[in-house]
Nanobody, 126 residues
Framework: QVQLVESGGGSVQAGGSLRLSCAAS????????MAWFRQVPGKEREGVALISIRTGNVLYADSVKGRFTISQDNAKTTFYLEMNSLAPEDTAMYYCARRRAGLACGGWSTSGYDYWGQGTRVTVSS
């Protein structure tokens, strides 16, 4: 059973930084990709960043490119989202997600992800 637990959210002022962590358990070799999503009330969950577990290749949404960095630890059980130059529009609940086993890394459709963490809230004030 895959379990994902996010942490690291909080409140910061615009221009600040936060580092989110996702502790993953139950990840097997058929998990190729992990991602971070975010959601604000009344809007659809949107993909922010994803990483290929095997190759380390990454992909970012245009809205965060150059400001956010996704990474993984050597054990490939903890995934990070380093967020810099935060802006009020980055305010959201952030979720870690596991791409469905066997699916290649890529794509932001939430239907391609089957395990989600409980989320960690990020609030950016102006």
């Amino acid at each position: 059973q895959v379990q994902l637990v996010e942490s690291g959210g909080g409140s910061v002022q615009a221009g600040g930084s936060l580092r989110l962590s996702c502790a993953a358990s139950g990840i097997t070799s058929t998990t190729y990709c992990m991602a971070w999503f975010r959601q604000v009330p009344g809007k659809e969950r949107e993909g922010v960043a994803l990483i290929s577990i095997r190759t380390g290749n990454v992909l970012y949404a245009d809205s965060v490119k150059g400001r956010f960095t996704i990474s993984q630890d050597n054990a490939k059980t903890t995934f990070y989202l380093e967020m810099n130059s935060l802006a009020p529009e980055d305010t959201a609940m952030y979720y870690c997600a596991r791409r469905r086993a066997g699916l290649a890394c890529g794509g932001w459709s939430t239907s391609g992800y089957d395990y989600w963490g409980q989320g960690t809230r990020v609030t950016v004030s102006s």
